[in-house]
């Protein structure tokens, strides 16, 4: 077996964009050591409102301009950023009553949040019909206490429902679709639920049809897409009233691992030119909505923490940092990953690694578990206590995907610049 140097060894994507100060990483116009003092301690997360406004502006650009796009808040939703996202996306996905209310908060226009998830209660869809959102149906018991609701409270529920498709999306990080899943209704059930629904009682507005998440494969994008317009034209087909929109689910994945890159959005986006033209009939009137979360986010966030101790262990050198797993679930890969690879990572305040000496490391948390993990075997720069450790791509499911209060330690700070 032949063994990988380490110039072979597959890198991480270019995080040069943070790099416009040559020591200490710059976030939103403030270094780190800035931040810490403005936010008054580390941990924090900082995310930076020019890396989300470019990144929205130029897949806005990339994409047909028929495709409109909504942010789903579950990737990050700290308030400031769900209001700062209201002037660059044209709808919000919210998955809870606690997320509508802050989209509803934000200034969105009511008609332009939906609402998806499996297990609504009586109290989601209530607060849901009284707000005049649209409910993202995932069962035929969501659907009746919907109706049922409408007719109690004097108000026509607004539904769309969740397809769970026979397809998949293939190579994802996380898939939705296909086979027995919680999320939506079978396909093969709709014709004859199509045929049945009381749309006197309804404002019947169209379907959701969310494949899966977190792809780095143009073409496996690309066939999803083909497999959605397809099915999406026979459910136009099968609905006898006229509909408001195709949410054609996101799916839109961001490097996180050495050896990923970057998407290519060339090739996905005149695949949805050709569709648009395909079905240009069938969709004349109809609006297409793209649903994206880590894809506008996540790139412009960072997870920063202190170092407070270092140590060797038998061999090991290891940096002991005030933030971990309970801040950072997803890059201690404890969030679904099967393998941990890690983030990428840096010494924020000595980002200039070429006249630094470096060593070998491996970056943990305050807890009292294995599982607290930052960073494992990484070569950067020699670092001491107090040297900052940033984690990149922690704009999304970082702060609230984490299970803040275990072993009580301190929450963290989060801000947006
Ligand atoms: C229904 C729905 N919409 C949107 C998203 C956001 O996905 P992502 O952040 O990968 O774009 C998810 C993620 O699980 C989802 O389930």
Redesign the pocket.
């Known amino acids: 077996m032949t063994k990988t140097s380490p110039r072979q060894a597959p890198k991480h994507a270019d995080m040069s964009h943070f790099a416009n100060n040559k020591n200490e990483l710059v976030i939103g116009g403030k270094m780190i050591s800035q931040i810490d003092k403005l936010v008054g301690s580390t941990p924090f997360y900082a995310y930076d409102k020019a890396l989300i406004a470019n990144k929205v502006a130029s897949l806005k650009s990339a994409l047909p301009e028929k495709i409109q796009l909504h942010y789903?808040i579950?990737?990050n939703p700290l308030p400031s950023l769900v209001h700062f996202m209201v002037d660059h996306v044209s709808g919000f996905?919210v998955?809870s009553k606690k997320e509508m209310l802050l989209a509803l908060q934000s200034g969105m226009p009511a008609n332009e949040i939906s609402f998806?998830?499996p297990g609504k209660t009586h109290d989601d869809i209530q607060a849901a019909i009284i707000a005049g959102i649209t409910l993202h149906t995932e069962s035929k018991t969501e659907i009746s206490r919907a109706i049922e609701l409408g007719e109690s409270l004097n108000i026509k529920p607004n539904i769309a429902i969740?397809v769970n498709p026979a397809f998949e999306l293939k190579a994802s990080?996380?898939k939705?679709s296909g086979g027995s899943k919680p999320?939506g209704i079978d396909e093969e059930l709709l014709p004859k639920l199509l045929n049945k629904l009381p749309y006197d009682k309804i404002n019947f507005r169209g379907f959701?049809i969310?494949a899966g998440?977190?792809n780095l494969k143009a073409e496996a994008i690309i066939e999803m897409h083909d497999k959605t317009f397809a099915l999406a034209q026979q459910l136009v087909s099968l609905t006898p009233v006229k509909i408001a929109y195709i949410n054609i689910?996101?799916?839109?994945?961001i490097p996180y691992f050495p050896g990923e890159q970057r998407l290519l959005l060339d090739e996905i986006s005149s695949n949805l030119t050709n569709l648009l033209k395909q079905y240009q009939h069938t969709l004349a009137d109809i609006d297409i909505v793209m649903?994206?979360?880590?894809?506008l986010v996540?790139e412009a966030g960072i997870y920063v923490s202190k170092i407070v101790d270092k140590k060797i262990s038998r061999g090991t050198t290891y940096l002991i940092c005030d933030g971990g797993l309970h801040h950072h679930l997803s890059n201690s890969g404890n969030f679904g990953q099967v393998i941990r690879k890690n983030y990428p990572v840096a010494i924020g305040n000595k980002l200039c690694a070429i006249n630094e000496k470096v060593e070998l490391v491996n970056i943990v948390g305050p807890l009292c578990t294995p599982l607290d993990i930052l960073a494992d075997k990484v070569m950067l720069p020699v670092s001491n206590v107090d040297d900052y450790v940033v984690v990149y791509q922690s704009g999304?499911?970082g702060a609230s995907a984490s299970p803040q209060d275990f072993l009580s330690q301190p929450h963290l700070h989060e801000i947006l610049l």
């Open positions: 789903a579950k990737a996905d998955a998806a998830g969740r990080g996380m939705m999320f959701h969310f998440s977190q689910g996101g799916g839109l994945g649903e994206l979360g880590r894809y996540g999304a499911y």
